[in-house]
C-alpha cells in the first residue's frame, strides 16, 4: 500500500498521457467506472463498459487514447490500459505480511530443509525430503511430502497439497484446495479385475506459474508433468499424469486435459474445455469454452465444438434432427461422408 | 431426533390429511418406498416411482391426492410430498451438537473476534481480524482469513477456507472443501508475460446460501462476488470474481460462472453447464445440464445446448456431418445464415 | 524397491518370454521408451509409441509378439504388455513407509477405535464413533467423522474428509482433497424459499476401490450411495447423493453423476461425461469424454454426444445452421422428427 500519490505520480511511473484533471489530485485508491469516488482511479479496457464513461465520479479513467475523446473525466492514457491498470492497481494492493519462521503448531520433520528467510504457517505439515527455500511463504494447513522443492519466494495461500515428487520454481502461487503430485490414474484391466499401473513421476512446475484453488495436477507415470514458465491455471483444473503444458499458456476455469496431451506455449484454454490424452497443440492455439479437442491441432488459431444455446423447445426440435443428420446429408446426395477425427 | 412421534402427530404438524391406518400408528423414521418398514414414513414425489406403491410396507406414504387413489397404505396427502416431507424427515435428523468454545487445538489470533456462544472445532486457524458470530459452528481444519465474518448461526461442517474478506449471513451452510474468497483469475499480456491483475474485492453470501463440497467463489477484482440470500449450490461449482447470483437460485453440481456474469432470481443451471462472462441472465431462467451459454438471456424460460447421446457408430456419422452443415444447407438453398450469438 | 533383478528375473516372475539380450542384464528400473536407460526397462502398449523402439537404450521392451519382430532391442513378451508392465513397475516403487500408531498430534476422540495396527498421521482429527481397521493408513490432515469405518489396509494418502456415515472396504485408496459423506443436493421449494430435505443416508465404498484427488461422493438422502468393489474414480469427479456404481467400473476425472443414478458393472466414464439422475445403465457401457447421457441406456456400448473440434469460423458457420436444423430437414422433407430422448 501506498500513500500520498497523485495523478501525475502515477503517469510518470507508468508511463501514462495525463489528459486534463489536476496533475496533484490524490489517488486513494482503484475501483471500477460505476464504483469509483472522486479519489479513486477507474479504468476502460473491455468495450463492453465504455458507456459508464458519461457517469463515473473516477478521479482518472486509464484508457486507450481513441476513448479519451469521449470521456468526460481526466484520463490516463495507456496503450494497453488492461496492463497499465494492473500495475496501477498492485500499489493499493494490501499483501498479509507473513514472518519468517516456522509456526509453533506445524509439524517439521527433522529432515526436511526450511530455509531460515522461509515463512511456514500454523498447522503445515512438512515430511522428511522437503525443501522449502528463501522467502517462500506458506499459510495454513499446507502440506508438503517428501522430495518436494518450493521454490524461492513462492507462496502458498493455505491448504496446498504437495504430495510428493513436486518441484516448485520461484514466485510459484498456488491457491487453496489444490493438490500436486497426486497418482495419475493409470489402469490396466487384467482379467476380472483393475491392476493399478505404478505412478513413479513426479510434477516440475516452472518459474511464476499460477494454479487455482481446488485445482489437481498428477505426477507423472514416468517422468515428469511438466508446467513450463509463466503458465496460469484457473480454479479446478485438472493436469492428468505427464501432461505438458508451455510457457505462457493459460487454462480457464475446469478446464481438463488427459494424460500425456501436450499443449504448447501462449495458448489459451477456455473454461471447462477438455483435450483427449496423447494429443499435441501447438503454440498459439485458442480453444473456446466447453470445447472438446480429440486430435491433434499443428496449427495455430482459434478453435471451438458445440452447438448454440437455444430456447429448450427450439433445440429439442433440431437435436432430435442431429440424429439423422446423416441420412438427411445423404438425401441430398451430400459426398461421402467425412471422420470426425 | 423426536421420539414418540404418531401419524396423527405427523398429519397435525404439517397440516397433511391422513387417509386409512390408526392414527396411533408409531412412526421412528423416514425411508424410501422400496425400503420402509412398518414403522417408517415413504413418500412419493417422482412419478417415475409410482409402482413402488403396490408393494410398499410403509407406516403411510406422503403423497399428492390423485396418487392416494392407488396407494394400499395409509396415506398422508398433501399439496407437495416433497415439501412436506422435508419437514417430516427433518424430525429425525442427527445433528451433531456442538459445544460453544474454542478447541484448545484451534490456532485463533488474539485480533479475532469470536462469540462465546460459537463453537470452534480442531485445529482450525483464525486469523487476525476474523469475526465469527453468536451460534456459528466451524468444524475440523477449518481456516477463516483476515477480514472474513462467519454470520451467526453459519455452519462450516469441515475443512472449509475462506481466504479473505469474505462475509457470510446467517444461517450459511458450507460443506467440506470449498473455498471462499481466493484471487479471481485476472491477468493482463505484456509484450512477453502474463502481469497478474491484483484481485482486491471480496465475497458477500447472503443468509440461508449453501455451498457444496469443493466449490469455490473466488473475490472480486473491483468490488465483491455476491450470492444473495437463499442461493443454493451444489458441489464443484466455480463461480468467479464479480460474479453476482440472485436470491433464490440454485446451481447443481460442477456448474460454471465466469468473471462478471450476472444471473437473477429463481434460476435453475443444470449440472456441469456453463455461463460465459460478462453475461445477464434474467430471472427464473432454466439452463439445462451441461448447456454453454455464450449470450445474454433476457426473457425467462429453460434454455439448452448441444447435441443428444447416440450409438458411438450413428454419432460419428451425424457429427461428421456437422462438420459440413453449412455446405449442406446452401446447397439446399437455405436463407442467410445467422449468427451464433 | 527390489535389487538385484535381472531380466531373466523379470520373464520367471511374470511368465514373460525372454527374446535376445542376456538373461543376467541387470534391472534397475523402469522408463518410457524414450528416456530409458541401458538398466531400465520399457513398454509398449499404446501403438502410437511404435516408432520409438527403433531409437530406445532399454534393457529390454515389454510388448506383444507382434511388435517384437520390429524391436531392435531384447524383448519382454507379454499378452498384455500394459499389465506386464504394472506389475514390474511395482517392483520399483517407493513405497512411503507407515509406522503403525497415533501421530501425538492428531486429535482423536476416547470413543474411536483405532486398531493398533492402524497408523493415524500428523493433524488428523478421528471423531467419537469413527472406526480405523487393522493396517490402515492415513496421511496427514485426514478427517474422520462419525460412524465412519476406514477398513484394513485402506490408504487415505492426505487431508481426505469422511464426513459421516461412510463405510470404506480393505484396501481403499484415496487421493487429497476427496470429501465423501457430505450432505447431497436436495432441496424441496416451498412458496418462496428453498426448504433443504435432511440428507440421512451414508456411504458404502467395496473393496479395492479408488478415489481420486478433489472428487466428491455425497451421502444418500434415504440409503446409500454405493460404490461397489473395484470401481475406480479419476480425480474432481462429483458423485451425488444415492448413485450406484457397479463393480469394476472406472470413470475418467471431473465425470459427474447426478442422484439416483445407477450405472452398471466394467462400464467406462470418459472424463468430463455427466450422466443425469434417475437413469439406469447397463453393465459394459462406454461413454466417450464430454458426452452428456440423458436416458438410461439397456444395451452394452459405446455412447457420444456432442460436436467435432473445428477452426472456429467453420464452426461458427455450422454452429449457426444448428439453430435451423429442424426447419431445414422439413424443407427437405425428412419424416416426423423424433424426440431427443
Redesign the interface.
Known amino acids: 500500500m501506498t500513500a500520498g500519490l497523485s495523478l501525475a505520480d502515477l503517469a510518470a511511473r507508468f508511463e501514462l498521457q495525463l489528459r486534463g484533471g489536476r496533475a496533484d489530485q490524490a489517488v486513494t485508491g482503484?475501483?471500477?467506472l460505476a464504483?469509483a469516488s472522486a479519489n479513486q482511479v477507474g479504468f476502460l479496457a473491455?468495450p463492453?463498459y465504455r458507456a459508464q464513461l458519461a457517469t463515473t465520479q473516477a478521479a482518472a479513467v486509464i484508457l486507450r487514447a481513441a476513448d479519451a475523446e469521449v470521456c468526460p473525466r481526466p484520463c490516463l492514457i495507456a496503450a494497453?490500459p488492461?496492463?497499465a491498470?494492473?500495475?496501477v492497481?498492485?500499489l493499493?494492493?494490501?499483501r498479509?505480511a507473513a514472518q519468517p519462521g516456522i509456526?509453533p503448531?506445524a509439524?517439521v520433520a527433522a529432515e526436511a530443509r526450511i530455509d531460515a528467510g522461509a515463512s511456514i504457517?500454523?498447522?503445515c505439515?512438512i515430511e522428511a525430503g522437503a525443501v522449502v527455500e528463501a522467502g517462500a511463504v506458506l499459510?495454513?494447513?499446507c502440506?508438503i511430502?517428501?522430495r518436494c522443492v518450493v521454490g524461492a519466494h513462492a507462496r502458498l495461500?493455505?491448504?496446498v497439497?504437495l504430495?510428493?515428487d513436486v518441484r516448485l520454481g520461484r514466485r510459484v502461487?498456488i491457491?487453496?484446495?489444490a493438490?500436486l503430485g497426486?497418482?495419475g490414474?493409470?489402469?490396466?484391466?487384467?482379467r476380472?479385475?483393475?491392476?493399478?499401473?505404478?505412478q513413479?513421476g513426479g510434477v516440475v512446475v516452472g518459474d511464476?506459474c499460477?494454479i487455482?484453488?481446488?485445482t489437481?495436477i498428477?505426477r507423472g507415470a514416468?517422468?515428469d508433468t511438466v508446467l513450463e514458465a509463466?503458465v496460469?491455471l484457473?480454479?479446478?483444473i485438472?493436469i492428468?499424469h505427464n501432461v505438458r503444458i508451455g510457457a505462457?499458456s493459460?487454462l480457464?476455469?475446469?478446464a481438463?486435459v488427459?494424460g500425456s496431451a501436450s499443449i504448447g506455449r501462449h495458448c489459451l484454454i477456455g473454461?471447462?474445455a477438455?483435450i483427449?490424452g496423447?494429443l499435441s497443440i501447438a503454440d498459439r492455439v485458442?480453444?473456446?469454452?466447453?470445447?472438446?479437442?480429440?486430435?491433434s491441432?499443428r496449427e495455430p488459431?482459434?478453435?471451438?465444438?458445440?452447438?448454440?444455446?437455444?430456447?429448450?423447445?427450439?433445440?429439442?426440435?433440431?437435436?432430435?434432427?442431429?440424429?439423422?443428420?446423416?441420412?438427411?446429408?445423404r438425401?441430398?446426395g451430400?459426398g461421402a461422408?467425412?471422420?470426425?477425427?
Chains 1, 2, 3 share one sequence.
Not at 485458442?286 to 486430435?295: K, P, R
Not at 461422408?337 to 477425427?341: G, I, L, P
Open positions: 482503484v475501483a471500477t464504483d473491455n463492453r494497453d488492461y496492463v491498470f494492473a500495475k492497481a498492485a493499493f494492493e494490501r498479509p509456526h503448531s509439524i504457517g500454523p498447522l505439515v499459510g495454513p494447513h502440506s511430502g517428501p495461500v493455505a491448504r497439497t504430495v510428493q502461487l491457491h487453496p484446495g493438490v497426486a497418482d490414474f493409470g489402469l490396466a484391466f487384467e476380472d479385475h483393475w491392476l493399478k499401473v505404478p513413479l511464476d499460477e487455482g484453488a481446488n489437481t498428477d514416468l517422468g509463466d496460469r484457473d480454479n479446478q485438472q492428468a505462457h493459460a480457464a476455469g475446469c481438463a488427459a473454461g471447462g477438455g483427449l496423447h485458442t480453444v473456446t469454452a466447453m470445447s472438446l479437442v480429440t486430435h491441432i488459431g482459434e478453435y471451438s465444438s458445440g452447438t448454440p444455446i437455444q430456447p429448450n423447445r427450439q433445440w429439442r426440435r433440431n437435436a432430435a434432427r442431429f440424429k439423422h443428420l446423416d441420412e438427411i446429408a438425401r441430398l451430400a461422408k467425412d471422420s470426425t477425427e
